[in-house]
């Protein structure tokens, strides 16, 4: 009797129909346009999220499709798959344990001060760390507040000047536009704490704070970000309300000026790439536009720091033309992945935006080239869709240092491009 109470919940699990399963991801790749029109219907129409592609135009023949699928909906939908036959297999088969892992923040363990760094953080934790750190850094780290979220939240960016040199440079980076990377935000916390720790240690970094300050947005989006902690892991808009629809939020890196709401963006409201009423209609994109227009002269290095996919994209991703300094961008980025790989065997693909991944317009790099800024980047990190948006935090320390290791690449060379166009930059 035992053995057959065993092969019944092992034929059970293996044909997926197990009633028991949590929540979901499911690695699904349609190969004829019926399959794909199918998918595309199951992503719509059911109570599912898509990790990737970011929305159903994108699925194509033959391209994997992550979807997200809570465990109410997991029967319908695995049973529509198989009908059809559709290739499909679970690739996160309990993301309810990832995210109890991603959440988890024992205070009490005595090596938690050491591990910060390592762990995802609550908003309030971030702001609160935002606080420590200037307090505790009065020389070196200022908070500027640039403006506020929909929701009336502070975005606060900080400013490293581990150096006074007079008519200094800067370059920006923005962690965690969308609210779901939260590989994002954690980066840029490993960014501050990595340059006041190594500055007159580690020899690149020296070099790069010598010669530029840098803005730090750690939280980009802290609507969305609150929201994904409290409510729904799986959001990536903003949270402000549309006149029209029940839906809430716009895609902010759809919504700025750069070819805005052209093909690759959306202006349904419920969309996940909702472009927003006009460029800039959401203050947090308002904020950064608004900060950078005023700092054009000084910065020129800009970085937002997304995830999951491990690429370095640069512009332009509004329009299939090349960037007029197409091929330093490129060789900037190839050395940069070259260096990931030699130093931690991972692959990141690099090249730009529109080709490399998807025409969509309206975001921040693309903007931020047209406006002056030659050197743009988009980090997509950590990983391909093993854990995708529930990255462990056991993983945060590889996916930040290889990111540190592209950024360091990226801005010596900037600094040896712009600011000592025949030799190498001084180091202190
Ligand atoms: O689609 C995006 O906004 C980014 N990918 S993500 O999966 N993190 O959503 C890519 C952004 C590339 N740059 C621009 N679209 N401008
Ligand atoms: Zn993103």
Known sequence: MKTLVLLFIVLTVDKGYCTETGDQVLSITPTTQEQVDIVRNVSTQYETTLWQPVSHQYIKEETTVHLFVPANTSGAVRGLLHKHAINHEVLLANTNELIEMQTKNDSSDPRSSSTFYERYHTLEDIYYWIDRITQDNPSTVKAILIGSSSEKRPLYALKLTLNNRPNKKAMWIDCGIHAREWIAPAFCLWFVHYSLSYYNINQDITSILDNMDVYVLPVMNPDGYKYTWTTNRMWRKNRSVSRSTNCFGVDLNRNFDANWCTEGASPEP???????????????????????????????????????????????????EEAENHSDLLEMAQEAAQKIQRYYRNIYKYGAGAKTIYLAPGGSDDWAYNLGIKYSFTFELQDRGSYGFLLPPSQISRACNEAMIAVKTIALKVIEKTQYPTSSPRTA
């Open 270 to 320: 419920c969309s996940e790439i909702y472009c927003g009423a006009f460029p800039e209609s959401e203050p947090e994109s308002e904020a950064v536009a608004n900060f950078l227009r005023s700092h054009k002269n000084s910065v020129q290095f800009y970085l937002s720091i997304h995830s999951y996919s491990q690429m370095l994209l640069f512009p332009y991703s509004c329009t299939l």
